[in-house]
């Protein structure tokens, strides 16, 4: 059983603001590497690769810690249920905003349950676990942690279930932090301020005051963290698609990915290793030489794929030794 509400709300704490500042300076570090890669303006999509994909769960599963840590901090004494939904509204209607203008700027990979979303539905499923004992609230954010592994099943892969992240495969969306295992580290939170609640109380972080001018900037920042996150990747596209509409893509954009791809392709018609990946550089240069590397990001017409596919069996027989290259 929840407590009642409690009366005043406790004072905030600078630390806790600045850590939130730390990681909407990383996740904007992440976005902008994001942007890069998806408008071609760097080699190779750094955020699409595995070191980029375990820097992307490392800041949110961060975020969803200190939520956890908050809503102890906020709410342990008893709920302000005013605070709650208050909370709960704001969060939630981002997240819609967030729906809503994903879907007509990437219908295909719109997000539907991205990290605010997973915020707003952990905070409400988090209240009760602020006051069951702290080894019950450990025990139950290892078993949420767990659970994909555990229960994943086909059946699960229904839309309507698949913010539950209990299914077989991963949907088509550009930023998925299902309930499941995120919920989990909002107990974690909750677990680790409970269990530390006395000390975090007399901590020195806890009375270290924002004097500096950056240190308030940062705390400033941490209190006002959903507009940031609202506003910064907005922004930073924005800007960036119009340095990419003056400079066009990278030269060397998509390179590394064409050529494992064509390797890929080559070997499995037969090619030989070797020869497919003498061929791979073979073919991505004189697609540059003949104007037509950029062309084919967009398309390429009948007479261009014509072309393309010259070159391509040309490159390979010359890696060959069979004829001269292009």
């Not at 806790?16 to 909407?24: E, Q």
């Not at 007479?303 to 596919?309: H, T, Y």
Request: glycine share 8%; with cysteine; net charge positive.
């Amino acid at each position: 059983m929840m407590p009642a509400s409690a009366s005043a709300p406790p004072p905030r704490i600078d630390a806790l603001d600045a850590a939130r500042a730390a990681c909407l300076l990383a996740m904007a570090a992440y976005h902008l590497v994001w942007d890069l890669g998806y408008l071609r303006l760097i080699p190779e999509p750094v955020a699409m690769s595995p070191a980029g994909k375990v820097a992307a769960h490392a800041i949110a599963g961060s975020f969803l810690v200190l939520v956890g840590i908050g809503l102890v901090l906020a709410h342990g004494e008893g709920i302000r249920w005013r605070s709650v939904l208050r909370r709960l509204a704001r969060i939630a209607g981002a997240a819609l905003l967030i729906t809503a203008a994903t879907w007509f700027a990437f219908p295909q990979s719109y997000i539907f349950f991205g990290i605010l979303h997973c915020i707003a539905l952990s905070s409400l499923l988090a209240l009760p676990f602020l006051f069951v004992p702290a080894p019950l609230a450990a025990l139950a954010a290892i078993l949420a942690i767990a659970a994909p592994h555990l229960v994943a099943h086909p059946l699960l892969d229904a839309p309507a279930l698949l913010f539950l992240g209990l299914g077989s495969r991963v949907p088509q969306t550009n930023d998925y932090v299902p309930l499941l295992p995120w919920f989990g580290l909002v107990l974690a939170g909750v677990a680790t301020a409970r269990l530390a609640r006395t000390s975090i109380a007399t901590a020195p972080l806890a009375r270290w005051r924002a004097r500096s001018r950056p240190a308030r900037l940062a705390v400033g920042a941490g209190r006002h963290s959903l507009a940031i996150y609202l506003i910064h990747q907005p922004l930073l596209l924005g800007l960036l698609t119009g340095l990419a509409a003056v400079t066009g893509p990278h030269p060397r954009a998509g390179l590394a990915a064409f050529h494992a791809e064509y390797r890929g392709h080559c070997t499995r018609t037969g090619g030989g290793e070797a020869a497919c990946r003498v061929a791979a550089r073979c073919v991505s240069q004189a697609l540059r030489r003949e104007g037509l590397w950029a062309t084919g990001a967009r398309g390429f017409t009948p007479a261009e794929r014509a072309r393309a596919q010259a070159l391509s069996e040309s490159c390979y027989a010359a890696a060959e030794g069979t004829a001269a290259p292009p």
